[in-house]
């Protein structure tokens, strides 16, 4: 079992940053990959990061390369999603989401946290 619980979101203004946390309880993280969606209002979840369980491998939704960086740190337990030049079509929900294989789409991830908003204002 894996519990996830996010972090780090708020109001930013256009072209800020923000940096998200998902903590992970249980010894089953460090095997696990993990990955950020998110969720704008009356839109489909959609994916944004991937990583695998030793941060070695990294993937991203073609939009947001170059502004998006994930990260881990296996030993506190967390993956880190880096936004950068903030831009309002990125309000949403952000969800972590964490599985034992890399995976883009949302139905394919068993366990997710409860979400951190995030508002970007022009």
């Known amino acids: 079992q894996v519990q996830l619980v996010e972090s780090g979101g708020g109001m930013v203004q256009a072209g800020g940053s923000l940096r998200l946390s998902c903590a992970a309880s249980?010894?089953?993280?460090?095997?696990?990959?993990m990955a950020w969606f998110r969720q704008a209002p009356g839109k489909e979840r959609e994916f944004v990061a991937t990583?695998?369980?030793?941060?070695?491998?990294?993937y991203y939704a073609d939009s947001l390369k170059g502004r998006f960086t994930i990260s881990r740190d296996n030993a506190k337990n967390t993956v880190y999603l880096q936004m950068n030049s903030l831009e309002p079509e990125d309000t949403a929900v952000y969800y972590c989401a964490a599985d034992p294989d890399l995976h883009r789409t949302p139905s394919a991830y068993d366990y997710w946290g409860q979400g951190t908003q995030v508002t970007v204002s022009s």
């Open positions: 990583t695998n369980w030793s941060g070695s491998t990294t």
């Open positions: 249980g010894r089953i993280f460090r095997s696990y990959a």
